[in-house]
């Protein structure tokens, strides 16, 4: 089959490579026919993310057709039409059990890996590095789906891949997000970050009954994505200066809860952004905590900071003070995507919500190396790019 | 390992011999690596003294230190990184937890007929049980061989403890004890391991070191992981025989799963 490796930093390829097969009996595999590039793939392609190896298959946002199951799939048959959740998850440990799927126990075949540098393994999760499993990915023609009687959720006919496909991850990312900020009748929620988990962030603040949604970016085509089609009032951090702009704009007490979708590489031209280049540089730090900071300062006491962005190691000058002076919540996590496919399914069928406002880009599989460049680059607007094999 | 983990593990002689302790907590460099460090170092100085310059001597410096790590056996920089090249030699002793989603009862059953261990215990090859109380263990040893002993159960309590025995004329002497306790607010079994492999003689003492690799510590923790793996997903996770791309000869040198 076709599928796309990484070889190494800004460097990713179509090669062919064997079909994958059933390797344990809660396995299945799924003919690909949509599949996504995250903006966390971009994490990869920049070579941010550790324990990544040349060759490696890319991609956890996914859906298709099952071929084959394995014999303890007893849910699943050949033909079904199915979403895969990007976190892996047994179903049956402490964690499966208390919804928090995206912890799971025994999904990673790397734990030891990750509980050196996280002291406990999360799930395992496709195409994502060796230190959270190193699955195959789903920018391929075919996956193998492990644990498949818990995880895939069947779509109904009716709805198009388009419509569905978010539910793999950035949907849900972006809902867990606004969940996380405990959102009452009149707040106001403040967004970093204007790309495909922010936009979810904002539509999905507004499902849990946000009044406002402050978006903040600088890439044009992105901030008036958020205003237009997901209703957000918008900053140009280029243009604006964050932290005073937000101030004034929720008159003098700050947004309820902030949102960082963002993550481990934010931009920013604040002394704090420059130090934090250079520390990455020099192997001081591993993370880019620009965001994070304005976002901590920027919350009204009481607050809530929400953050979804990923972050893979550590991150330096975190203003700790202002969490505790200001009496914050801190919430995170990998999104524990099984929790929310079946409601969130939902409410694409009221037609609460349509997913594929964020589809800038459709391409084949054989163009993904351009979809990432171009989705690295913020070039031909490109907001979020959808393959099909 | 995820939820709860206490391990201590210590060469059994280590804890007999407080003096003994000492001196290899400091030793962490191997053999071959201390002889390449020391010839390195030999030349080093000498190279570096015939310079009679301010690199040279600085070259002198750095071949002391490495004589000093090949005689000594003890690296800075290894200690710093938390890197041993040199070998356990004697026991192994390990005292370990781990949290599994069933009952006390079912993980009993399972473990009660010993011949399952060898589905999550990497160092066995199978065991073989012969009575009631009396089993037959293969173990894995160097260079495709095995090692064998029988063992007796001393005592067992339906549904919370196991322990056996190797037999006296066992070449390697050993004895486990596993405990299985309710955890709190009905959150599954606590899992207790102790197991202590306890060789007469110095050679066989090599091959315990070995059966458990360069870190026996991790080894068991990697066993119980699949042990709770086994018994909670019903299967253990792997990636081993999926496809991936093609890589270069550095990649393939470098990846630690080539």
């Known amino acids: ?61 996914f859906m298709g057709e099952v071929v084959e199951v394995g014999k303890e799939v007893t849910n699943l048959k050949r033909g079904d039409r199915v979403v895969v959740p990007f976190p892996i998850a047994c179903g049956n440990c402490f964690f499966c059990k208390s919804d928090l799927w995206s912890c799971c126990d025994n999904s990673n075949p790397n734990a030891w890996m990750a509980e050196k540098l996280w002291g406990y393994s999360p799930a395992g999760i496709y195409g994502y590095s060796h230190l959270v499993g190193g699955y195959a990915g789903g920018q391929a023609e075919y996956a193998r789906v492990p644990f498949a009687d818990v995880g895939p959720i069947t779509i109904p006919d009716g709805l198009d891949d388009e419509q569905v496909l978010f539910l793999t991850d950035i949907f849900p990312t972006g809902y867990m997000a606004a969940e996380n900020c405990n959102i009452q009748r009149g707040d106001t929620i403040a967004v970093w970050g204007a790309g495909p988990v922010g936009q979810f962030a904002i539509v999905s603040a507004f499902l849990l009954g946000a009044e406002r949604v402050i978006a903040i970016d600088r890439v044009p085509e992105r ?47 604040s002394p704090d952004a420059l130090y934090d280049r250079a520390k990455v540089a020099t192997l001081q730090a591993t993370d880019r905590g620009h965001v994070l900071r304005d976002a901590i300062l920027a919350c009204r006491k009481g607050g809530t900071v929400s953050v979804p962005g990923v972050y893979g190691g550590f991150v330096d000058k975190i203003p700790m003070g202002a969490v505790v002076n200001k009496g914050l919540t801190i919430k995170a996590g990998q999104t524990h995507v099984h929790r929310y496919l079946r409601p969130l399914l939902e ?20 163009d993904a190396p351009f979809g990432y460049e171009i989705f690295k680059k913020k070039q031909e607007e490109c907001i979020k790019v959808v393959l099909k094999p | 390992m995820a939820a709860t983990e206490r391990d201590v593990i210590s060469t059994a002689k280590q804890n007999r011999v407080p003096g003994r302790q000492l001196v290899a907590q400091q030793r962490n460099v191997g053999t071959v690596d201390r002889l390449i460090s020391a010839v390195a170092g030999g030349a080093l100085t000498t190279f570096g003294a015939m310079q009679r310059s301010a690199p040279g001597v600085a070259l002198a410096v750095a071949g002391t230190y490495l004589i000093y790590r090949g005689v000594v056996g003890n690296c800075l920089g290894y200690k710093a990184l938390g890197i041993s090249t040199a070998q356990p030699s004697q026991g192994i002793a390990v005292n370990k937890a781990v949290t599994i989603n069933k009952t006390p009862a079912e993980l009993y059953e399972f473990w009660h007929n010993f011949e399952n261990l060898p589905r999550f215990m990497d160092h066995l090859q199978s065991v073989t049980v012969q009575d009631n109380n009396r089993s037959h263990w293969v173990a894995k040893a160097p260079a495709g061989t095995t090692v064998e002993w029988d063992a007796m159960i001393t005592d ?63 080894q068991i923790s990697e066993d119980l992981r699949r042990f709770k793996r086994l018994m909670e997903a019903g299967e253990i996770p792997t990636t081993a025989g999926q496809p991936r791309g093609s890589r270069s000869m550095l990649g393939k040198l470098l990846s630690p799963s080539s």
């Open chain 2, 156 to 218: 067992e309590q339906p549904n919370s403890s196991i322990s056996w025995h190797s037999t006296p004329e066992a070449s390697i002497a050993n004895w486990g004890t596993v405990r299985f306790e309710e955890a709190t607010g009905g959150r599954g079994t606590v899992v207790h391991v102790e197991l202590e492999y306890q060789p007469p003689a110095s050679k066989l003492g090599a091959i315990v070191a070995k059966l458990f690799g360069e870190e026996p510590n991790q």
């Open chain 1, 1 to 61: 089959m076709k599928a796309l490796t990484w070889q190494g930093k800004n460097d990713v390829r179509v090669e062919t490579v064997p079909d994958p097969q059933i390797i344990n009996q809660r396995d299945a595999i799924i003919k690909i026919t949509s599949t996504a590039i995250c903006g966390s793939d971009l994490h990869l392609y920049d070579g941010y993310i550790p324990s990544m190896e040349a060759g490696d298959i890319l991609g956890h946002e």
């Open chain 1, 223 to 269: 901030l008036q994505m958020a205003q237009q089609q997901a209703g957000a009032e918008i900053i140009n951090f280029d243009q604006q200066p964050v932290l005073d702009t937000l101030k004034e704009m929720t008159g003098g007490r700050g947004p309820d809860a902030v949102i960082d979708a963002v993550g481990l590489e934010s931009h920013g031209a």
């Open chain 1, 347 to 366: 409410r694409i069928q009221r037609d609460e919500v349509n997913p594929a406002f964020v589809i800038t880009h459709r391409m084949k599989l054989d």
